[in-house]
């Protein structure tokens, strides 16, 4: 298959293109920048607000994967641009090149749009994809980790110093990113229907914050870590400083805090993929250690 693919160079998308170039597939991916050649592989410059690129990126292709996305913005107009009409704009790019096929990755956050501009932004963009004629897939991912990840790496960090700042008391979801990766990869290549879809790493009930954030993590460094719930307002100071600290960089935003201290982000057991289809193969603890190795091997921790 030929696979249009947004969000390429981006941590979910790289591990993407990594599978369907092993399994056979021809890779046309959306850069920004001009990217390193890579067998398998046409990389098309250009963003989601370039039409001309978006027409090269589509037209011919079988399927279309969406994975771009904007996590973090200064405001709700920033998270709009990314988000709801960069989604709009690869939705009618698509419809004008006669595909049908299209995977749009969202997130968890959508369930909720009314704690987060991101949260809205991820919800506005479904609607516009379940409105579309395309044969769309909508998958929800839960928090991702694994090599490679640097949104984690902060956690991680803390976690080595012996304790684990984390929002009050709840529960999470997670998936390490090659299992991620898999199954964006299936339900491209084969149509699943017009369902949106929960994946987890398959821990029945999903994760406290305190076993996650504390407990799981802490094995995977050797490191022995006592859980600390923070209130939201001191969460909401610590946003404002990282924020001071390193501007656009920041990890711990206002926006963040407030998906952060929801209470259950959880997966939907009714929106698990079929097990026929796809079931999560890496365990969570076997894949927080091995981000810790990597971290190490990178020097990062």
């Not at 969000?7 to 990594?18: D, L, P, R, S």
């Not at 600390?228 to 307002?233: D, E, G, T, V």
Request: with cysteine; hydrophobic share 45%; charged share 20%.
């Amino acid at each position: 298959m030929i696979i249009a693919l947004t969000g390429g160079t981006g941590f979910v998308g790289a591990k993407v293109i990594a599978r369907a170039v092993e399994a056979g597939h021809q890779v046309r991916a959306l850069a920004r920048r001009t990217q390193p050649a890579q067998p398998g592989v046409t990389w098309v410059e250009g963003a989601l607000n370039t039409h001309d690129a978006l027409t090269r990126l589509v037209t011919g292709a079988d399927a279309v994967l969406h994975v771009a996305g904007v996590v973090n913005a200064p405001d709700r107009d920033g998270f709009a641009a990314g988000n709801i009409t960069g989604t709009q704009a690869m939705i009618d790019a698509t419809i004008k090149a006669g595909v049908t096929r299209f995977v749009h990755v969202s997130s968890l956050a959508a369930r909720e749009p009314g704690l987060s501009n991101y949260g809205w932004s991820k919800a506005q963009s479904e609607a516009r994809v379940a409105a579309s004629p395309l044969a769309w897939t909508i998958v929800r991912p839960p928090a991702v980790y694994g090599p490679g990840d640097m949104e984690m790496l902060d956690t991680f960090k803390i976690a080595k110093m012996g304790i684990a700042l984390m929002p009050p008391p709840g529960k999470m979801a997670v998936i390490h990113v090659d299992d991620l990766a898999r199954l964006l990869l299936v339900l491209t290549t084969h149509d699943a229907g017009r369902l949106t879809i929960e994946p987890d790493d398959g821990m029945p009930g999903g994760w406290t914050h305190a076993d996650f954030l504390g407990r799981a993590i802490g094995a995977a460094i050797g490191q022995r870590v006592m859980p600390l719930p923070l209130p939201r307002a001191l969460l909401s100071l610590a946003a404002r400083i990282d924020r001071l600290v390193r501007g656009s960089g920041a990890k711990l935003t206002a926006d963040r805090v407030g998906y952060m201290c929801h209470p259950d982000w959880t997966v939907d057991p009714a929106r698990r993929p079929d097990a026929a289809l796809w079931q999560p193969k890496i365990g969570t603890a076997e894949g927080l250690a091995e981000t810790a190795a990597w971290y190490r091997a990178k020097r990062l921790l």
